[in-house]
């Protein structure tokens, strides 16, 4: 299978690292056209630069995503410099956790605006070129969370509840226009956010080895996904060979379904047992 993109006229937004970032990579290997945006101006063109070598251009620009005509100035002028845009990856946002008892109103409707309507955005302003074209490409980059509910972390899970909602509806409006709309959901891909929730665990009770033994129990396959994982799919939903694929929404999560919502109590009860041998065995360093 030749997927050939090298024509395609790309935005790929929280492009600077992780996911974004390997995406964008993927894309410029392919000699697409990448456009990347990110919150920090010094790590989008960080990454920008590295795409120089390898994309046929590059745009990399810092846009807040909660700033409608930002993102609109954006997606305006990649589509003048080089004549439309062809593909959405809607990367932006991040997860957030907190329940009942930790969270305000307040702190949802901010989680909201960076992520929901952050991807609102930019749909809104891509499409007006796509539908010109008669032809798109939109990827949605969403949570597993937000298709199965775990019983923790509200605003992750109804936020990604809701792109992933956006992205259906989307993805049965707008085929009309020539415009196709999917979602991946991402399980437990390691980005370095798996370093942070080690350094939660009480300090020098565990190995690094044995928290990620702790955290994979949930995945059949039992390891992290890669951000590359991501990019193989993001490139195929671009293609051609996926012209007849709309409205779907595809798991990248190693076989996890279900089990994701024991994790919660998983981590809990972990952290739990290593106070307790953290305690019992009067260490202070690290293992």
């Given at each position: 299978?030749?997927?050939?993109?090298?024509q395609k006229?790309?935005?790929?937004?929280?492009?600077?690292?992780?996911?974004?970032r390997?995406?964008?990579?993927?894309?410029?290997?392919?000699?697409a056209?990448?456009?990347?945006?990110?919150?920090t101006?010094?790590?989008?063109?960080a990454?920008?630069?590295?795409?120089?070598?390898?994309a046929?251009?590059?745009?990399?620009?810092?846009?807040?995503?909660?700033?409608t005509q930002?993102?609109?100035?954006?997606?305006?002028?990649?589509?003048?410099?080089?004549?439309?845009?062809?593909?959405?990856?809607?990367?932006?946002?991040?997860?957030?956790?907190?329940?009942?008892?930790t969270?305000?109103?307040?702190?949802?409707?901010?989680?909201?605006?960076?992520l929901?309507?952050?991807?609102?955005?930019?749909?809104q302003?891509?499409?007006?070129?796509m539908?010109?074209?008669?032809?798109?490409?939109?990827?949605?980059?969403?949570?597993?969370a937000g298709?199965?509910p775990t019983?923790?972390?509200?605003?992750?899970?109804?936020?990604?509840?809701?792109c992933?909602?956006?992205?259906?509806?989307?993805?049965?409006?707008l085929?009309?226009?020539?415009?196709?709309?999917?979602?991946?959901?991402?399980?437990?891909?390691?980005?370095?956010?798996?370093?942070?929730?080690?350094?939660e665990?009480p300090?020098?009770?565990?190995?690094?080895?044995?928290?990620?033994?702790?955290?994979?129990?949930?995945?059949?396959?039992?390891r992290?996904?890669?951000?590359?994982?991501?990019?193989?799919?993001?490139?195929?939903?671009?293609?051609?060979y996926?012209?007849?694929?709309?409205?779907?929404s595809?798991?990248?999560a190693?076989?996890m379904?279900?089990?994701?919502?024991?994790?919660p109590?998983?981590k809990?009860?972990?952290?739990?047992a290593?106070?307790?041998?953290?305690?019992?065995?009067?260490?202070?360093?690290p293992?």
């Open positions: 299978m030749n997927i050939d993109l090298s006229r790309v935005i790929v937004t929280g492009g600077s690292r992780g996911i974004g390997a995406i964008a990579r993927a894309f410029a290997s392919e000699g056209r990448v456009a990347i945006c990110a919150r101006e010094a790590d989008v063109q990454t920008g630069r590295e795409l120089e070598g390898q046929r251009a590059v745009i990399a620009k810092a846009v807040d995503v909660t700033d930002a993102v609109k100035r954006f997606v305006d002028e990649v589509a003048e410099v080089w004549g439309s845009v062809d593909v959405l990856v809607n990367n932006a946002g991040q997860g957030r956790g907190g329940n009942l008892d969270l305000t109103p307040e702190q949802i409707l901010e989680h909201a605006n960076v929901q309507m952050g991807h609102f955005r930019f749909v302003a891509v499409v007006p070129h539908r010109k074209q008669r032809w798109g490409r939109i990827i949605e980059i969403n949570a597993l298709a199965i019983p923790d972390g509200i605003p992750s899970v109804i936020n990604r509840a809701s992933i909602a956006l992205s259906k509806t989307l993805g049965m409006s085929p009309k226009d020539g415009i196709l709309v999917n979602t991946l959901n991402m399980g437990w891909i390691d980005t370095g956010q798996w370093e942070r929730h080690f350094k665990m300090a020098g009770s565990c190995s690094r080895a044995e928290f990620d033994e702790m955290v994979l129990k949930v995945v059949p396959l039992g992290f996904g890669k951000p590359e994982d991501v990019a193989g799919m993001a490139l195929f939903l671009a293609s051609d996926a012209g007849f694929i709309s409205a779907a595809i798991d990248i190693g076989g379904q279900g089990q994701i919502a024991y994790y109590t998983l809990r009860d972990f952290n739990e290593m106070k307790a041998r953290l305690a019992a065995s009067g260490r202070t360093e293992l």
